[in-house]
């Protein structure tokens, strides 16, 4: 095919992210014509992939700032192949968390040993000296001079030489990229880039994680390690870059995370609470969402200031 030859999105032998990409392109640019949106329906009917693939797409499209309103002014009805590669899936999460993310300034308590908690928000990294922590929704952390205390929640350390954080009865030393959880019962890490170093309180004894594995601890028992698979870790490090991701996930579930971490709450009629989705999605802004599941579900979206109802 000769260079800028003008094809269709929904070519026979493209993939489902090509064509995915080639119909999202096609949204930004107008409103469908009726056979447009006839075969852009057919081609979502054909495979659950494609309406997770598209719902990807979408995502990107969001996040690198090009897509514009779906009905907005009319263009013509083109994709241009050599303009949208297909992207390795680390290339793929590595656009995706391209997206502008809105951060919260966390609450600061106090000045020696301040503590920080943060409500239905991803807090703004806080620097130290030896790196950043980014805390989780409904978290509280404790900053001294000289080491770090995760209270309860969740957070993200970005550590070079020097980082100490502390979880219930464990010291952590992390060079590089850890996802640090906290509950009454239990503390879990996970290294997603570098190492991280721990051990007990009163012990000598050090464990060191590599990337891409997880120790969760409970009281005395023996800790449990694991290794994670590359979609796993994608997963769990999506929420400090202002991503979600779900895979098959209902809407029920999916709601309940937007409303986590948004004022604007999403609201799903019980006729849709138990259909499933894939998809890369902004954290931050649920009315994306709920305009790409009403796409895909063929559904109707109701919505003010304070909410979003989707049936």
């Given at each position: 095919?000769?260079?800028?030859?003008?094809?269709?999105?929904?070519?026979?032998?493209?993939?489902?992210?090509?064509?995915?990409?080639?119909?999202?392109?096609?949204?930004?640019?107008?409103?469908?014509?009726?056979?447009?949106?006839?075969?852009?329906?057919?081609?979502?009917?054909?495979?659950?992939?494609?309406?997770?693939?598209?719902?990807?797409?979408?995502?990107?499209?969001?996040?690198?700032?090009?897509?514009?309103?779906?009905?907005?002014?009319?263009?013509?009805?083109?994709?241009?192949?050599?303009?949208?590669?297909?992207?390795?899936?680390?290339?793929?999460?590595?656009?995706?968390?391209?997206?502008?993310?809105?951060?919260?300034?966390?609450?600061?308590?106090?000045?020696?040993?301040?503590?920080?908690?943060?409500?239905?928000?991803?807090?703004?990294?806080?620097?130290?000296?030896?790196?950043?922590?980014?805390?989780?929704?409904?978290?509280?952390?404790?900053?001294?001079?000289?080491?770090?205390?995760?209270?309860?929640?969740?957070?993200?350390?970005?550590?070079?030489?020097?980082?100490?954080?502390?979880?219930?009865?464990?010291?952590?030393?992390?060079?590089?990229?850890?996802?640090?959880?906290?509950?009454?019962?239990?503390?879990?890490?996970?290294?997603?880039?570098?190492?991280?170093?721990?051990?007990?309180?009163?012990?000598?004894?050090?464990?060191?994680?590599?990337?891409?594995?997880?120790?969760?601890?409970?009281?005395?028992?023996?800790?449990?390690?694991?290794?994670?698979?590359?979609?796993e870790l994608d997963s769990q490090n999506a929420?400090?870059?202002?991503?979600?991701?779900?895979?098959?996930?209902?809407?029920?579930?999916?709601?309940?995370?937007?409303?986590?971490?948004?004022?604007?709450?999403?609201?799903?009629?019980?006729?849709?609470?138990?259909?499933?989705?894939?998809?890369?999605?902004?954290?931050?802004?649920p009315e994306e969402f709920a305009s790409a599941?009403?796409?895909?579900?063929?559904?109707?979206?109701?919505?003010?200031?304070?909410?979003?109802?989707?049936?």
């Amino acid at each position: 095919m000769r260079r800028g030859a003008r094809v269709s999105p929904t070519l026979a032998n493209a993939s489902p992210e090509e064509a995915a990409a080639g119909w999202t392109a096609r949204l930004d640019k107008g409103p469908l014509s009726t056979g447009e949106q006839q075969a852009f329906q057919h081609w979502l009917d054909q495979d659950i992939r494609h309406k997770g693939a598209f719902l990807r797409a979408k995502a990107i499209w969001h996040a690198s700032g090009r897509l514009g309103a779906l009905q907005g002014p009319k263009g013509p009805a083109i994709a241009h192949p050599e303009r949208l590669p297909t992207l390795p899936r680390r290339r793929f999460f590595a656009a995706a968390a391209a997206a502008v993310v809105l951060l919260a300034a966390p609450k600061r308590q106090g000045k020696a040993n301040s503590l920080y908690t943060t409500n239905n928000a991803v807090s703004a990294p806080l620097n130290t000296a030896f790196g950043t922590i980014t805390l989780d929704c409904f978290s509280r952390l404790k900053m001294g001079l000289e080491s770090n205390r995760l209270v309860n929640g969740r957070c993200c350390v970005q550590g070079r030489t020097g980082m100490i954080m502390k979880a219930g009865d464990f010291i952590f030393a992390p060079h590089g990229r850890m996802l640090l959880s906290c509950t009454p019962t239990q503390v879990m890490a996970t290294t997603v880039s570098g190492t991280v170093r721990l051990r007990r309180h009163h012990s000598d004894e050090w464990w060191t994680l590599t990337s891409g594995a997880q120790i969760t601890l409970r009281g005395d028992l023996p800790p449990e390690i694991r290794s994670l698979l590359p979609e796993e870790l994608d997963s769990q490090n999506a929420w400090s870059i202002g991503r979600l991701e779900v895979h098959d996930e209902s809407m029920a579930s999916i709601a309940n995370t937007f409303n986590r971490y948004n004022q604007r709450q999403l609201h799903v009629a019980p006729a849709l609470a138990n259909r499933r989705l894939t998809g890369v999605f902004s954290l931050n802004h649920p009315e994306e969402f709920a305009s790409a599941a009403r796409t895909i579900l063929g559904a109707r979206l109701t919505e003010n200031t304070q909410s979003l109802l989707l049936y």
